[in-house]
């Protein structure tokens, strides 16, 4: 087997675990969705407001959305629709059986890292991505909300599944001063985004979010159909990484790519105009 193959094996492996277990969420989160969950008079509305905030739970809800079993005509690329298709007697029982992280339960920050910080990083891109939608494109932005939310996925994963190694990739990151991606590859021979990707795509996630998420950092990879999709999704990406909003997995971001994708998306957005606001709005700067 040669070494291309060899790594291909390795991370099918690591889709594999995912496949067959489940992502952790963190427990904070998970208590509040409980306690919504156990309400009697919880609207879908309520649910949604609680759900999608989670990264995981919202993965494991778009995932059995556009599951065979729920053979929904066109896929599912919204949480509200995906909550709306399975009902709210099936949410209540995949929020119940959610999976609570133990790992960081004590919130261990290693080398920079902690769950709590990634998370807030994924929130605060899902709603920057959003608010870029509505107001550059004036769209409502539920779906590119989503794909913000679920964008550093594939550090849950490597989080959970091989802990000894991302260990050892976190202090690359901060010993030698360099982004996750690349710490990343020479550890493992793959990225975070190629976890993702093969992930989304197997839980026969649309291809909005299979490209945009699978290709966040390289958003010149990005398929021509998709090109809004992935610039905004970079774009919010990096804001939120020069503010400091959570954790940043690429601090040393690529400043041509950026322009690009301003150009990409006809964008005119202005760090100084957006990141104050979403910080405030978000209370996590
Ligand atoms: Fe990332
Ligand atoms: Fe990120």
């Known amino acids: 087997m ?107 920050v290693i080398h920079g890292y902690s769950r709590t910080m990634l998370w807030k990083h994924s929130v605060a891109v899902a709603l920057l991505a959003k608010m870029i939608f509505r107001r550059e494109f004036g769209q409502k932005g539920e779906d590119i909300y989503a794909a913000g939310l679920m964008h550093d996925i594939g550090i849950i994963v490597e989080d959970q599944f091989l802990q000894n ?44 979010l299979v490209v945009s998420i699978g290709y966040h950092h390289r958003p010149n990879n990005t398929t021509q159909g998709f090109l809004r999709f992935g610039s905004t999704l970079y774009l919010a990406d990096c804001l939120c990484q020069m503010t400091k909003i959570g954790y940043a997995d690429a601090p040393f971001h690529d400043k041509a790519a950026f322009e690009q994708c301003l150009k990409n998306g006809s964008i005119r957005i202005s760090q100084r105009r957006l990141v104050p606001e979403i910080a405030t709005f978000c209370s996590l700067g």
């Open 2 to 108: 040669n070494p291309d193959e060899q790594k291909h094996e390795k991370l099918q492996a690591v889709v594999d675990s995912v496949d067959k277990s489940q992502l952790s969420s963190i427990k904070t989160v998970v208590s509040g969705i409980v306690n919504t969950i156990n309400d009697p008079g919880a609207t879908v509305k309520d649910l949604q407001d609680i759900i999608e905030i989670d990264p995981p739970l919202t993965a494991k809800v778009l995932r059995i959305a556009n599951s065979a079993y729920y053979s929904s005509p066109n896929q599912i690329s919204e949480i509200r629709q995906a909550l709306v298709w399975i009902g709210t007697d099936a949410i209540r029982e995949l929020a119940l059986s959610q999976k609570v992280c133990e790992i960081f339960q004590k919130d261990e």
């Open 165 to 208: 190694d991302f260990k050892h990739i976190l202090s690359k990151t901060k010993g030698e001063k360099k982004n996750l991606s690349k710490a990343e590859y020479e550890v493992l021979g793959y990225t975070h985004t190629d976890v993702a990707r093969e992930v989304t795509n197997r839980w026969n996630f649309p291809q909005e």
